[in-house]
């Protein structure tokens, strides 16, 4: 039928894996195998029915689609762990015959996991319908189905809808048309749901072998245990988003702006809520919690052309978004750890004391007779550590006043993880056959926080000091503001008091991308060759940081404890042919 189309999509994926980790004796006092195997498929089918509806006139415009998608994954996995293996025996060997272990032991383990298929189907419709191509309308609806969730909580639905106006194509805009090409504004509601969880099947039981082997009749036997509470009441998590936003070309499609406010409420979040630890088993997943996300965006281009060969253009954008939680479900606002979920602050806020510097001889009285430095009565101090606090730890902040450090009066909101104020600038241009391209993305203001072996020294068998830690205080330095506090000798209580004083400025700039070509002309042996394109070029790939973040570590990841590989910049030199 004329203006109907059908459209079908299939896709497939196969994937296996193998890990092998084997232990000489180091920590063990024995050689340990294990042997991991893992085996798995996806698929997804995608049907689509279009149909734009015939015989109207040409200040109409109508359409509709109607579609299905259904995906499946699965995955199989076997674990293998030995332990005891012979005196000669390596590497190759322990694996080659992973059964000759010492089974005196008895720590030998073994499992088998055959997955059941994760399964999401979607049933979805569109609407479009427009008026002199002047007055917009979308309307879309969408039910997705999930094998997560209970039968009688497993399906969602998620309506949206679009209006625009297109106001310069309005007669009282006449008076604009010799500078003003596109003015359109727009507004938009709409819902999205959410199904990720770690957990395949979190409204059921989750039975495991149990890490512990017990002997029962004189015998080692294995046993199943519940691992993880279920919740057979799980539902989809709710996301839904309001936006405003305006469009604008200007001077003959040169110059463009592009604006957006929004507002994204994502309710009935699906989380772990802490539960008192006599439950015995992993707090299951809750529909918990409201989380608000209200920001804008803009984005301006200017492309235009400087006699007959020169041509560049500007384009940047700048976005920001406050993020804060609105509810945390029937749940209170927890305050007792270093990263916090409660209401009116962002999701995982750094929570600790505001750190003052490091403390200096002058806020300690000094014995000469026994070389001892002792706080003064005056001298804010956390009490448990009156008697081991010495020049150069850290020094906290008394927010209330009352002379004393204390968890539940100056601890307080320090900082976010969550970027604020991203940017890009993307710049091109071209002249002769030569080109030109620079991108350039940053964020003005975000919180970091790099902890454990990433940042300190002496907390682990093989985290030596690093050359940041040249700079700490000591009795040669003695600088208030130094970037680590002393060294000390089996006390840990500067880093474990998370203040203020470990958080890094995580904001940057960083060059993405650069990339020089020129085109060769299609003459001579070129066009003989039957050349139709013919471009040698340069690239290179994140050239260049600037930002004051910790030491090497990668500001786009701002919260770690070092142990991954740091972005590399990369360079290229290629060459472009395409044939007639």
């Not at 920001?320 to 409660?342: L, Q």
């Not at 840990?492 to 203040?499: H, L, Q």
Request: hydrophobic share 35%.
């Amino acid at each position: 039928s004329e203006g109907l189309t059908l459209r079908a999509e299939v896709g497939a994926g196969r994937n296996w894996g193998e890990t092998k980790y084997y232990e000489s004796g180091l920590t063990q006092g024995h050689k340990v195998a294990k042997l991991t195997r893992s085996e798995g498929y996806n698929l997804r089918n995608v049907n689509t029915l279009n149909y734009q509806v015939q015989g109207l006139s040409d200040k109409h415009s109508l359409s509709f689609l109607l579609g299905q998608e259904t995906i499946v994954s699965k995955s199989n996995s076997t674990e293998i762990e030995g332990h005891g293996y012979p005196a000669g025996f390596d590497f190759d060997q322990a694996f080659g015959m992973i059964d000759q272990t010492d089974k005196s032991l008895a720590k030998d383990k073994f499992s088998n996991s055959i997955g059941t298929p994760d399964k999401t189907v979607s049933f979805f419709a569109r609407a479009n319908y427009s008026l002199l191509d002047r007055y917009l309308l979308t309307v879309t609806f969408r039910a997705d189905g999930s094998s997560k969730f209970a039968p009688n909580h497993r399906w969602g639905y998620f309506p949206a809808g679009a209006l625009a106006w297109r106001l310069s194509d309005e007669s009282f805009m006449e008076g604009t048309r010799s500078w003003l090409d596109n003015l359109k504004i727009r507004a938009s509601y709409g819902t999205l749901g959410n199904q990720y969880t770690s957990s395949l099947y979190p409204y059921m039981a989750l039975i495991q072998p149990s890490t512990s082997n017990m002997p029962i009749g004189g015998e080692i036997t294995s046993s199943m245990q519940q691992s993880e509470a279920s919740n057979n009441i799980l539902s989809w998590e709710s996301i839904k988003m309001t936006n405003i936003g305006l469009d604008v070309n200007l001077l003959n499609n040169r110059l463009s702006l592009t604006a957006d406010y929004f507002i994204k409420n994502t309710d009935d979040i699906l989380l772990k809520v802490k539960l008192p630890d006599v439950l015995g088993v992993s707090e299951p997943y809750q529909n918990a919690g409201k989380v608000q996300n209200k920001g804008w965006e803009i984005a301006l281009a200017w492309q235009d052309k400087i006699g007959k060969d020169f041509t560049y253009g500007v384009n940047v954008t700048f976005s920001d978004v406050k993020n804060k939680v609105v509810s945390v479900g029937n749940t209170a606002d927890d305050f007792s750890g270093d990263r916090i979920r409660a209401v009116g602050y962002p999701i995982d806020a750094f929570w600790g004391y505001k750190s003052d510097g490091l403390y200096t001889v002058d806020d300690f009285d000094y014995d000469i007779a026994t070389n001892t430095y002792t706080p003064k009565a005056t001298t804010p101090i956390i009490e448990e550590y009156r008697t081991k606090v010495q020049p150069g730890d850290i020094k906290y902040v008394d927010i209330d006043g009352d002379g004393k450090i204390t968890p539940t009066e100056d601890r307080c909101y320090i900082g976010s993880a969550i970027p604020r104020y991203n940017y890009t600038i993307g710049l091109n241009a071209a002249w002769r056959g030569i080109d030109f391209s620079l991108f350039l993305q940053g964020v003005g203001k975000c919180d970091g926080y790099i902890g454990g072996m990433g940042r300190h020294a002496f907390t682990e068998l093989a985290n030596y000091p690093q050359k940041a830690h040249l700079d700490r205080w000591t009795w040669e330095n003695q600088n208030p503001h130094a970037s680590y506090p002393r060294f000390t000798y089996d006390e840990t209580y500067n880093r474990d008091e998370f203040s203020s004083f470990w958080l890094e400025d995580a904001s940057y700039l960083r060059v993405k991308n650069l990339q020089v070509g020129y085109t060769v002309p299609r003459k001579g042996i070129i066009s003989k060759m039957h050349i139709e394109n013919l471009r040698i070029y340069f690239s290179g790939e994140n050239l260049w940081t600037f930002t004051d973040f910790f030491s090497s570590y990668d500001p786009e990841i701002p919260v770690s404890s070092g142990g991954y590989y740091p972005i590399t910049a990369s360079y290229s030199l290629g060459l472009s042919i395409t044939f007639k």
